[in-house]
């Protein structure tokens, strides 16, 4: 609300529009249509429960998800058709009789404090409703009110997507069922009025598989919504936990006592113990720009630079973030925990090979990390079950033919029960190690890194210890792995190599900050020194694999693998220069500016076959590799109608969550990075973004940045120490500083970082 204000005072001394909580929300003139629920309507989430919104005046739908409600098991064959998919709750819908003609209609999402509208005057009555879904108190809300009493009359629907029973007693619906595989769920509907009435439609009266309440000559409406399934993070008990009954049955009880002013308050504070900490301002929008709403704005951010939904689309990833991951929940999948469809594309699942990791590349930087958590117990829930299926896996016979004794692997595609799918995404396993050891490396618990990460990531280091093959001359390569999606299995691919050094490098890191295992460290860090490293290729390019293609391959999939007319969407082999780091500008210059070869060709051309996805990982490789220009033209590529729905979800038909948080990660990176032991500040800042400023993002090392940049040149620097040892390397261009911080204290620095 401060905010707010301050942002109001703001707009009237400049006479222009900029920083107004407008630049934080999302609006429109129409509602989302039926027929395109993940293009158009406005999600909110608690983490676990979520909901898409579509505020048509007449018949307000509310398609209801709840993140673990899967079908499948554990599929040990690994078909990809019978893993089972992310599933729908299902849709309340809310009828208005005698809506009339709306006029002044509007539908919007305000990220500052996790609260969707809609509005619009029928018949004289101003009507207004607004939702959220809150953490604290475990349901979704929706109140409905009018500017004239005994306004609200019709009827409300609870309508399951998978044939659950449903009970109404009084004014609540409970809809109780279990899925094919054994999952038990339960989602309950409250509706509390203020004046008129509520009861049984006309028509259902005494049915006790009735699914509609009927109000009339209301006040106020409020609506409750709570939902669990009895899925569990544990193998040994296939998953199942407790009947969901008796819990949701006692958080719609608990909500119900409290009003729906004090359940907001409530979810407002908590949400903005998150959302708050990261401020962001890359300067002033018009205001022809901010007068547009969501939809129209977006087109135009394409054709002409708009630092204000630049901001809104960076804060987006950070809302989204807080709304679908949660400690103690399970991790965003392919569609976050958005889904209206049984059979989503790709089963909205967990896709290892660039996917679900571009999810969480901006939790720890954009300062959220407490929401990197339900990944790391979905791995340590699924780790039991990935070790079964690798052990009989033909795929990873050691040299001998004896099969896999250490450790686990992961296909391209994972369920929450155990089940895989599809092709082994070799490396996959060394990939969310990563995740697992970044998350120390900005927040430096080491409590967290002993009894978590560490033990994943030795035993992990153990597989690849017994699967990396020599090669005549000594080094190791990863066998037989696929760049993803594109080119042959083979010996050496540079993808795998990469994300294999990354392994073995953070693991050394690990025994280092831990003082533990010094002789497997020793060991571990020789075979990193062994591996075949990234190469340049003839044209100047990174290779993709290690035996250069030249063009001449006959791949029918992938003709041009590796030449300059290369436009493929996945950019696996820069995986060193980010979200890895043993490329970068500074240390390895000569690798640097072929990764640039290889990203120019890749990154500009345009290709039907680049992605959303696409664009935010070039966003944040072309910021590693200092190139702001381009990292922004990438950027500004995610308002294109290709990339982004009109609720600026990604856009991977029908959409993809990972842009949105990949996009996040690429902006921060823009404004700050800290991969090679310094803490760089605004190392890719783009001239269309002359003044601004940042405050909250984390570096690695345990720190809090903030950045005021004018001109296009820093102002000052703010440096806090949270959680780390207090020696910092800074650099801004050439200069470089040494700061020495005491636990939670902050220094400022000018542009001469002094
Ligand atoms: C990867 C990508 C596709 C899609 C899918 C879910 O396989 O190559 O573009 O994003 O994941």
Not at 76 to 91: E, P, R, S
Not at 712 to 736: E, F, H, P, Q
Request: charged residues 20%; hydrophobic residues 40%.
């Amino acid at each position: 609300m401060k905010n707010k204000i301050i942002a109001v005072i703001l707009f009237a001394l400049a006479g222009t529009a900029s920083l107004s909580a407008a630049d934080l929300t999302l609006w429109y003139q129409q509602p989302a249509a039926d027929s395109r629920p993940m293009n158009e309507a406005l999600p909110v989430g608690n983490g676990r429960m979520g909901a898409l919104l579509f505020g048509a005046p007449g018949r307000e739908r509310i398609s209801v998800n709840e993140s673990s409600l899967w079908t499948g098991g554990e599929n040990t064959a690994g078909d990809y058709k019978t893993m089972g998919a992310y599933q729908v709750l299902g849709n309340v819908f809310v009828n208005f009789s005698d809506t009339g003609n709306p006029t002044d209609y509007r539908r919007d999402l305000d990220l500052a404090d996790a609260l969707a509208h809609v509005s619009y005057t029928a018949n004289g009555v101003k009507f207004q409703r607004e939702f959220f879904c809150s953490h604290p108190a475990e349901v979704l809300a929706a109140q409905f009110t009018a500017d004239k009493k005994a306004a609200c009359t019709g009827s409300i629907e609870l309508a399951d997507a998978h044939n659950a029973k449903i009970v109404e007693e009084g004014n609540r619906l409970t809809a109780t069922g279990t899925l094919d595989n054994g999952m038990k769920f339960e989602w309950q509907l409250l509706v509390l009025h203020e004046g008129g009435s509520v009861g049984l439609a006309p028509g259902i009266a005494g049915q006790t598989n009735g699914a509609q309440i009927s109000f009339s000559g209301c006040d106020r409406l409020t609506l409750l919504i709570a939902a669990g399934t009895d899925y569990i993070f544990d193998y040994t008990k296939k998953y199942h936990g407790e009947d969901p009954h008796a819990r949701v049955t006692a958080q719609l009880d608990a909500a119900a006592k409290k009003s729906f002013a004090g359940l907001k308050a409530e979810h407002i504070a908590d949400y903005q113990t998150f959302f708050n900490r990261v401020s962001a301002d890359f300067g002033q929008s018009t205001a022809a720009q901010t007068a547009l709403p969501t939809d129209q704005r977006k087109l135009e951010a394409f054709k002409t630079v708009d630092p204000g939904l630049e901001a809104l689309l960076f804060q987006y990833g950070r809302y989204l973030m807080i709304s679908c991951s949660r400690p103690g929940g399970l991790p965003a999948n392919l569609q976050g925990l958005w889904n209206d469809n049984n059979s989503p594309p790709w089963h909205s699942d967990y896709h290892a090979n660039i996917n679900i990791q571009m999810n969480y590349w901006p939790v720890e930087v954009a300062n959220l990390g407490e929401c990197h958590t339900p990944l790391f117990d979905l791995l340590a829930s699924q780790i039991p079950a990935w070790r079964v299926a690798t052990a009989t896996a033909k795929d990873f016979r050691l040299a001998d033919g004896s099969f896999t004794k250490r450790g686990f692997a992961v296909r391209t595609s994972h369920n929450i029960t155990g089940g895989m799918g599809w092709k082994w995404d070799k490396t996959a396993n060394a990939w969310y190690c990563q995740h697992l050891w970044e998350h120390y490396a900005f927040g430096q618990d080491k409590n967290y890194l002993r009894t978590v990460a560490y033990p994943i990531l030795r035993e992990t280091c153990e597989f690849w210890e017994d699967h990396l093959k020599a090669l005549p001359n000594g080094k190791l390569v990863v066998p037989k792995a696929w760049s993803p999606e594109h080119g042959p299995d083979e010996d050496g691919v540079t993808y795998s190599q990469e994300i294999v050094w990354d392994l073995f490098n953070n693991y050394v890191k690990a025994a280092d900050a831990l003082g533990v295992d010094k002789d497997y460290r020793d060991q571990i860090a020789a075979l990193r020194d062994r591996l075949v490293t990234p190469q340049v290729g003839s044209w100047g390019q990174l290779m993709e694999c290690m035996v250069e293609k030249k063009g001449t391959n006959a791949i029918a999939k992938s003709p041009e693998l590796d030449t300059p007319n290369d436009h493929h969407r996945h950019t696996s082999h820069l995986f060193a220069v980010y979200p890895g780091a043993q490329i970068s500008a500074g240390k390895t210059p000569e690798l640097a500016a072929a990764a640039k070869v290889t990203l120019d060709a890749r990154g500009i051309a345009p290709d039907s076959d680049v992605r959303e996805w696409s664009f935010a990982w070039r966003t944040a490789l072309y910021a590693r590799l200092r190139d702001a220009e381009h990292a922004h033209q990438m950027l500004q590529q995610l308002f294109s109608s290709r990339n982004t729905c009109i609720n600026l979800f990604g856009l991977h038909p029908p959409m993809q969550i990972d842009g949105d948080f990949g996009i996040t990660a690429g902006i921060a990176e823009m404004l700050v990075q800290s991969q090679t032991g310094e803490i760089e500040l605004l190392p890719a800042l783009p001239a269309v973004w002359p003044s601004g400023k940042i405050s909250g993002l984390r570096a690695r090392g345990g720190y809090e940045v903030g950045e005021e940049w004018k001109d296009g040149k820093l102002v000052s620097a703010t440096i806090k120490n949270i959680s780390g040892d207090g020696s910092a390397k800074i650099r801004y261009g050439n200069l470089t500083a040494e700061l020495h911080l005491e636990r939670g204290a902050q220094q400022t620095l000018g542009p001469d970082l002094k």
